[in-house]
């Protein structure tokens, strides 16, 4: 293996927690994840053992949420309640932003929302395209549409909040 | 002006240091000139800004990554045979035939014809570990895994099927390994207590032991070593004083099978060998240890054929 795996987690495990956590929206499970997909690159020594990272992270992410959507199906989905919720008026408005931020990003398309992820998990323009198969020039066209859609999602979710409260 | 206008994409890759240089003078040369783009490009800074604040804000909880866990169960530099990932399936068999014969009840006295003893494992895949025990009962297995058992279902099964195997022959037999990263799947198919050795820290194998010739080896234990018929061998000591014969054999790149065999009078081999974490086996007086990756399935197969 022409990079030392040791370092690259050292400087790609936080990234790779951010971009799964995004997945599955829970700090744990992201951490399961990428060490798992860590171990698997210990065993299957990639050439360019970052970017593998990132898709086999990815690939188990998917595989985790379709379990859990399984499980999920049994279960009442809890909504944050900020009037019930115990926690502190900071975590909780922390915990009500997260959620929103979520919805948004579930808005976008599957690839722009990857494209958006590993651009801000610290991948560089050709890294991305080389794991999404876009062409190199195409990255900045879905970062641009995927980021204006984002923010346009976010907005537009403040305001059926706003509208709901009455 | 060469250009006429610049699209958003290109405005986002200037933004995020990401166009070609001979594209960013062009860009900021049209910049430069044209108002209009230049409002675009503020408007598209702020909406870069704006969707990072956004993803910060879902950004999971600040923790202090976990130690490096995989490191721990890394190879030792691998030893520099050609790959055989082809050789993988014959391994198995070999596996098998070996086992079959192993529990025929061989006299631990008799020579054994070295084609037949064998411990083997398949590589064509990640994961999971399976091993056998050679002949009679002067030798002994061991195993090691290096990736984590997927299934913590499918290690209890193996572990009962080790059991099983185990009654059979009376004699110690392996059952799975699994890896610290999966510390709940070992709980369960908690191992039948027997010739499961965790060996004692050492430094890496290759490191320590020197390479001797064939015929050395033949001398120290008075039979032909036990090997993988068909596989690149190497055997090597430790010392001129130290009567332990290592045969290592490379199944494909990151599997890497060792067997320890002692004179049949001085008993197993010590556990002065392995790296810690390594787990040994021992069968009589052989020790086998199988490092890197193997199929899931390899040990339920073989123990299927061994039944």
């Given amino acids: 293996m022409p990079e030392d795996l040791a370092e690259i987690y050292r400087s790609t495990f936080p990234a790779l927690v951010r971009f799964l956590y995004r997945k599955v929206w829970d700090v744990e499970r992201a951490e399961d994840l990428a060490q798992e997909a860590f171990a698997r690159a210990v065993v299957h020594k990639p050439e360019s053992a970052r970017g593998w990272l990132f898709v086999v992270g990815a690939n188990m992410a998917r595989d985790d949420a379709r379990r859990a959507a399984r499980e999920r199906r049994h279960l009442t989905l809890l909504k944050s309640d900020p009037t019930s919720a115990p926690a502190a008026d900071e975590a909780v408005h922390t915990e009500t932003e997260r959620s929103r931020v979520r919805t948004a990003l579930e808005q976008l398309t599957p690839r722009d929302r990857e494209v958006l992820l590993l651009w801000d998990a610290g991948l560089s323009y050709d890294e991305i395209a080389t794991q999404t198969g876009l062409a190199r020039g195409a990255v900045g066209t879905t970062l641009a549409r995927a980021r204006r859609r984002l923010v346009e999602a976010f907005a537009a979710g403040e305001q059926d909040e706003h509208i709901a409260r009455g | ?307």
Avoid at chain 2, 37 to 43: A, P
Avoid at chain 2, 222 to 229: A, D, F, K, L, W
């Fill in chain 2, 1 to 307: 002006m060469s250009i006429s206008h610049v699209d958003d994409g290109q405005l986002h890759a200037y933004l995020d240091g990401e166009l070609p240089q001979a594209e960013a003078w062009r860009l900021e040369a049209h910049l430069g000139e044209c108002p209009a783009c230049r409002g675009r490009l503020e408007e598209q800074r702020a909406l870069i800004a704006r969707a990072s604040e956004l993803l910060a804000l879902a950004a999971p909880p600040a923790r202090a990554a976990p130690p490096f866990r995989p490191a721990e169960v890394q190879p030792p530099p691998p030893v520099r045979w050609p790959a055989r990932q082809p050789l993988a399936w014959a391994a198995t068999v070999v596996l098998a035939l070996a086992a079959g014969w192993y529990l025929r009840g061989e006299s631990p006295s008799s020579p054994v014809p070295p084609d037949r003893r064998a411990a083997g494992a398949n590589a064509a895949a990640p994961r999971e570990t399976a091993r056998t025990v050679p002949p009679s009962a002067r030798q002994t297995a061991e195993t090691k895994t290096l990736a984590p058992v997927r299934e913590a279902d499918e290690a209890a099964r193996s572990a009962a099927a080790a059991q099983r195997d185990q009654m059979i022959s009376g004699s110690a037999l392996p059952n799975p390994q699994i890896t610290p990263l999966d510390q709940a799947a070992r709980a369960k198919a908690a191992p039948p207590a027997s010739a499961l050795v965790a060996a004692a820290p050492a430094a890496p194998l290759a490191a320590r032991w020197e390479t001797i010739p064939w015929d050395t080896a033949r001398a120290i234990l008075g039979v032909e070593p036990v090997r993988i018929p068909n596989l690149p061998a190497v055997a090597k000591r430790s010392s001129a004083a130290d009567r332990v014969v290592l045969v290592e054999q490379q199944l494909a790149s990151g599997t890497v099978v060792r067997l320890q065999e002692r004179p049949a009078a001085e008993g197993a081999p010590g556990m002065e060998v392995g790296a810690s974490e390594r787990l040994a086996r021992y069968v009589g007086n052989l020790r086998v240890e199988i490092e890197g990756a193997l199929p899931a399935d390899s040990l339920s197969k073989l123990l299927e054929l061994v039944r």
